[in-house]
Structures are given as C-alpha cells and as structure tokens.
C-alpha cells in the first residue's frame, strides 16, 4: 500500500476531492493512504505568515523555507522506520507527468507532494530536501495544489484494490502509449448513430481486435506523437 502525505496551505481543499469517488472509497477500504498537512501549522510567528516579499524585487509573494521544511520533517518522523519517502514538489519548471511517470511512482511506498503557491518557494529548500520537480504540464495554475491532487489520483489508481481488476486501468489511454478505443453504451442507438456491430456480436476475440485497431487509428488522428515516441522507445529498448 502507497502512502500519500500533501504538504499545502489549503488541506481542506484536498480533503474534499480526496474523500470522493473512487479514491475516496480506497481510502476508507484501506487500499491507499492519503494525508494532508497544513504547512501554515508549522510557521513560527503568531500570525502563522508562510511567505514574505522575493530578495531582488518583483512582484507577488514567496513562500518561506522554514515551514516548509519543518512540515516535511514532521511528516518523516510518522512514517514507519525504514520507509523512505520520494520528495515531489509540483512546479511548472518539472518534468512533465506521464502514465509512465505514474507507473514509477505508483511503486513507491511513500510520497510526499509540495504545493506551491503565490511566486512559488524559497529555492533554498527544494535544495537542503533534494526534491525533485513535476509538472502536469507547460502551463501555470495559481497553485500545486491541483497539480498534486492529479497525480495522487493517477498513482493511487493503480495501486491494487482501488479498481475492480487491472483491465479497469490497462485499456485506458497512455497505459501503454496508445489511446484508448471508442465507448459506447446503450442505447444501441442514437439520433441515427448506432454502435458498431461487432461490439454487439459477443466474439470477444474480435472485440478485442477490433479494439486494438481503433486504439492505433486514433492515436495516429489525434496524437501521431504517441506513435513516434512509441517506436524510439522499442528502438531503445532492443539496443
């Protein structure tokens, strides 16, 4: 079982997508654990401040090292002895998220995830706790917060117990550097459009070819690169 701890200035806001739908049923069940810390409960003057003005100028404020640090402390000293947690904070400036990236991450045994904020924080603590950076993508949100939350979701799904079987995650798109097929549900048709017939022939082995093609045919529309990326890495991969 994966753990999970979010260090952020807003737990509540990741409590409430975190007690929700499928991971919030793991959760309950056990499967993951997932923990959110307020880092503002670590910062030292009475106003709880977490963030003063950048050396340098500039506008916007930067989050201190301090509590940062001592949050992250205080969330090792519970971890089990011997667990060695992977320091991730999720920053623009990272390594971009993917289903492999997750895969990675999803071996872990324990994560822990910073959420920046304002004009992010203080390098100087990224450094002393050797945190390494993801980003979901070349874009920027007012917080990490967000950005942590898809990555716990996309790690914890894949840990065993959170979804009925592996199919449940193995024919999704990425999983295995294709996208995923068309779905269809009832009704059989709709305003003219009807559900191709093989998927109601129950010939599984033609399903799943069926499958497999369109996987590679929507890949090529819509994301070509996946294709290209795709035979680099089986080039790579056999020398």
Not at 9 to 31: N, Q, V
Not at 73 to 101: D, F, H, N, V
Not at 119 to 139: H, K, N, Q, T, W
Not at 171 to 188: A, I, K, N, V, W
Request: hydrophobic fraction near 35%; glycine fraction near 8%; proline fraction near 5%.
């Amino acid at each position: 079982m994966i753990r999970i701890d979010i260090a952020t200035l807003f737990p509540d806001m990741c409590e409430a997508f975190l007690s929700e739908s499928i991971i919030g049923r793991a959760r309950k069940a056990g499967a993951v654990e997932l923990n959110c810390h307020n880092i503002r409960s670590y910062a030292l003057d009475k106003h709880r401040r977490v963030d003063d003005k950048p050396f340098g100028g500039g506008t916007g404020m930067v989050m201190q090292a301090q509590p940062i640090y001592d949050c992250v402390k205080a969330i090792e000293e519970t971890l089990p002895e011997g667990m060695k947690p992977r320091l991730i904070y999720m920053s623009p400036q990272g390594r971009t998220l993917t289903q492999s990236i997750v895969k990675e991450l999803a071996a872990e045994e324990s994560l822990i995830l910073l959420c920046g904020h304002y004009e992010g924080v203080d390098a100087r603590v990224l450094e002393e706790l050797a945190f390494e950076e993801i980003s979901v993508g070349d874009y920027v949100v007012t917080g990490g917060e967000l950005p942590a939350l898809m990555l716990a979701d996309a790690v914890c799904r894949l840990q065993p117990g959170v979804l009925p079987n592996e199919d449940a995650y193995s024919d999704e798109s990425h999983f295995d550097g294709l996208l995923e097929y068309p779905q269809y549900t009832r009704p059989e048709e709709w305003r003219g459009r009807r559900v191709p017939e093989i998927l109601l022939s129950g010939h599984h082995e033609n399903i799943d070819k069926w499958r497999r093609g369109k996987s590679l045919e929507v890949t090529r529309e819509k994301r070509p690169d996946l294709l290209i990326n795709r035979e680099i890495g089986k080039i790579n991969n056999n020398g």
